[in-house]
C-alpha cells in the first residue's frame, strides 16, 4: 500500500487569475457570436466560465470571473447596450444574475474544500494504517520468533537424558 502525501498542483496566483480572465472573455466570445443565431444565450456562458474558474483556479479567480462576468453582462447585453446604466426594469435579472454567479462560486470552492479535505483525510488514514500493519506485522514476526525459540527449548530438553515428556 502506498500512500502519496502530494498536494494537488496549485498554479501560480496570476496564471489562476489569466484562466478567470480567458474564461470570460471565452464566455462573452460566445455569447456575442451566437447572439444574433439564437436570441441572447448570454446566461449560459458566464455562469460556466465563474465555475470553472472556482474550480480550476480557486475561490480568488472565481470571484474575478463573477465580477468580470457582472460588468460584461451589463456593458454587452442590459439596455442600454454599451453602458453600465441599469433600468428599474432590467434590475431584478441584473440581480437574480449576480446572485446566481456569487451561488455557483460559493458552491464550487465549498465543494472543492471538502474535496481537499476528504483527500487530506484518506491520506492521514492510509498513512495511520500502513504504521499499524507494520507494527502488527513486527509483532507477529517477534511471536513467530519466541514461538520457535519455545519449540527449540523444549526439543533440546526433551532430547536431554532423564527427561520427560
Request: charged share 20%; net charge positive; aromatic share 10%.
Amino acid at each position: 500500500m502506498q500512500t502519496t502525501n502530494a498536494k494537488p498542483r496549485q498554479f501560480n496566483p496570476l496564471l489562476r487569475c489569466a484562466l478567470a480572465i480567458a474564461l470570460v472573455a471565452a464566455a462573452l466570445f460566445l455569447s456575442l457570436a451566437l447572439q444574433v443565431s439564437f436570441g441572447n444565450p448570454f446566461w449560459l456562458f458566464f455562469p460556466v466560465a465563474v465555475i470553472a474558474s472556482t474550480w480550476f483556479g480557486g475561490r480568488g479567480p472565481g470571484w474575478l470571473a463573477v465580477a468580470l462576468s457582472t460588468l460584461a453582462v451589463l456593458y454587452y447585453f442590459i439596455p442600454p447596450i454599451r453602458s453600465f446604466a441599469i433600468k428599474p426594469r432590467d434590475a431584478p435579472f441584473v440581480f437574480a444574475f449576480i446572485a446566481c454567479e456569487l451561488i455557483a462560486n460559493r458552491l464550487i470552492s465549498w465543494r472543492k474544500q471538502i474535496e481537499e479535505s476528504l483527500r487530506q483525510s484518506r491520506d492521514e488514514l492510509e498513512a495511520r494504517v500502513e504504521e499499524r500493519t507494520v507494527e502488527l506485522k513486527s509483532a507477529n514476526d517477534a511471536l513467530l520468533n519466541q514461538m520457535a525459540e519455545q519449540r527449540r527449548t523444549e526439543e533440546v530438553h526433551c532430547a536431554l537424558p532423564g527427561a520427560h515428556p
